[in-house]
């Protein structure tokens, strides 16, 4: 993690999460950079959906909800706030869901949740030709 100097403070160029603790995760610190394409793995149980979508996800979609007036929020759903010491530095959160496609022999992540078509958007606009 790395501080960026820019009128006339440091801010952290990252997500810092100290103390995860939802589900199978335990004390869990983490610190995420913002310029950086992170990839979450580990064997099956290590709590990789925990952290992606009930600790990442749920916290910043919720800091997004707040945001709304109470009238607006009363129609959107709401995630509960995951068990965790402290999340600093995160932005509005959004995941993509898997499809229920037609699976096939050739099928792959990328393509049950159709996070290629995501993938082509990013890639064509940080590529150079």
Known sequence: M??????????????VIR???QHNLAGFDLAIGFDTLTVISGVSG????????????AEGQRRY?????????????????PKVEAIEHIPA????????????????????????DYLKLVFARAGEA
């Open 46 to 57: 290590s709590g990789k959906s925990s952290l992606a979508f009930d600790t990442l996800y």
């Open 93 to 116: 959160a959004l995941a993509i869901q898997p499809s229920r496609g037609i699976k096939g022999s050739r099928s792959t992540v990328g393509t049950l949740t159709a996070i290629n």
């Open 65 to 81: 909800v707040e945001t709304f007036s109470p009238y607006v929020r009363q129609f959107l759903e709401r995630l509960p706030r």
């Open 2 to 15: 790395r501080a960026v100097k820019g009128e006339g403070r440091e801010r952290v160029a990252g997500i």
């Open 19 to 21: 103390g995860a603790a």
